[in-house]
């Protein structure tokens, strides 16, 4: 009997608990799904919540929820992509997400090959004005993707660089400030390009020194003053002193990628896919975060100082030059090792100090 009253009990509790979740409305919640939807760190976190009930499982793809879904939210695996990861990819953009566009799109231009429908899905979330999507759009055009290399429109990429640019894209400031000083797609204007990088420099390091808790502002002043117990933020004080000067920027650490950039590096890269390779002569950028591969053949531009090396921007040759490029590129070794022979030579002789310039690595057309 004992036993019988302590099991009636429980049923009893739990069917008070049940009660009380059915008698919440509609509205509440879906709005406390959207804000799970919004802050999720993977798509775990809100699928996780869709399987504890029926009721759940039907709110969790109301189209309110979808539309407020995050880059993480939306973020699928190439390794498990299957109809399914699709099909609510489909629904997020039918919701009329702005990170579904852009990652839908991506995946459909490069990875599936649909370039129509992957430069359509990408113009609409250009048109909510969202950043990656209007830069990627604006090296579709300067790198005459999908097409032949006729088909490249300088001026529409320097317009999308400039939108993008305006709301904080800082790759597409970089790549506006190259576009100034090379007179590429705009009349050249080597002062306008120099203060562009400048920019852009100076926002990737306070985007870094914001979205690490560990660092503050006042220790950008630490790196400058020769203060041997700085943070890993620039290689030394001088990398501090002359980043923001540079064509490259800082030797930042922090960056995160995006999940398309993770799905794309996944799907064409180790042979993880049968048919996850970019076609017969196409390479795929240098910058081993990127994951976009040529369309055609020589579609990006090779560094000029090796000729090993190739990207599909600005933006990714500088990253690539401060992660690794810079002490892999040959003939910089080279010149490095002879000027080196050469100064201790002609100190030997003189007994005199020569301070040598550095170089600056561009990337040409193949």
């Not at 852009?102 to 250009?126: D, V």
Request: with cysteine; aromatic share 8%.
């Amino acid at each position: 009997m004992k036993k019988q009253r302590r099991y009636t009990g429980s049923v009893h509790h739990d069917k008070i608990r049940s009660d009380l979740f059915e008698s919440l409305h509609d509205d509440i919640v879906i709005s406390v799904l959207c804000k799970l939807s919004s802050t999720a760190s993977s798509p775990s976190d809100l699928i996780s919540v869709l399987l504890t009930c029926k009721r759940l499982n039907k709110l969790g793809v109301h189209p309110l929820v979808l539309s407020k879904s995050c880059s993480k939210t939306v973020a699928v695996r190439a390794k498990t992509w299957c109809h399914e990861a699709h099909r609510f990819l489909k629904l997020c953009v039918n919701a009329g997400n702005s990170e579904a566009y852009y990652t839908l799109g991506m995946i459909r231009f490069y990875c599936l090959q649909n370039r129509a429908s992957g430069a359509s899905l990408l113009a609409k979330a250009a048109i909510r004005s969202h950043a990656p999507a209007l830069y990627s759009l604006a090296l579709i055009q300067f790198n005459g993707s999908g097409g032949m290399k006729n088909d490249k429109d300088l001026r529409a990429g320097v317009a999308l660089c400039v939108r993008a640019a305006s709301l904080g894209h800082i790759d597409a400031l970089r790549e506006l400030g190259h576009c100034f000083q090379d007179g590429y797609g705009v009349r050249k204007n080597i002062h306008e390009g120099r203060r562009l990088l400048v920019q852009a420099n100076a926002r990737e390091l306070a985007s870094v020194l914001r979205d690490n808790p560990l660092l503050s502002p006042s220790l950008a002043t630490q790196i400058g003053n020769n203060d041997h117990q700085r943070p890993v933020l620039a290689n030394s004080a001088s990398d501090f002193d002359f980043g923001l000067f540079s064509d490259y920027g800082f030797s930042l650490t922090g960056r995160e990628m995006h999940p398309v950039n993770k799905f794309m590096v996944e799907w064409f890269g180790f042979g993880s896919r049968e048919d996850g390779t970019p076609g017969l002569g196409l390479r795929m950028c240098s910058y081993n975060e990127c994951g976009r591969p040529e369309t055609r053949k020589n579609e990006f531009r090779r560094c000029s100082g090796c000729g090993k090396v190739n990207y599909c921007s600005r933006g990714c040759q500088a990253h690539d030059w401060r992660a690794h490029h810079k002490m892999e590129c040959a003939p910089m070794e080279e010149w490095m090792g002879h000027a080196i022979n050469d100064v201790e030579e002609e100190g030997n002789m003189n007994g005199e100090d020569v301070v040598m310039e550095d170089r600056t690595v561009e990337i040409e057309e193949s």
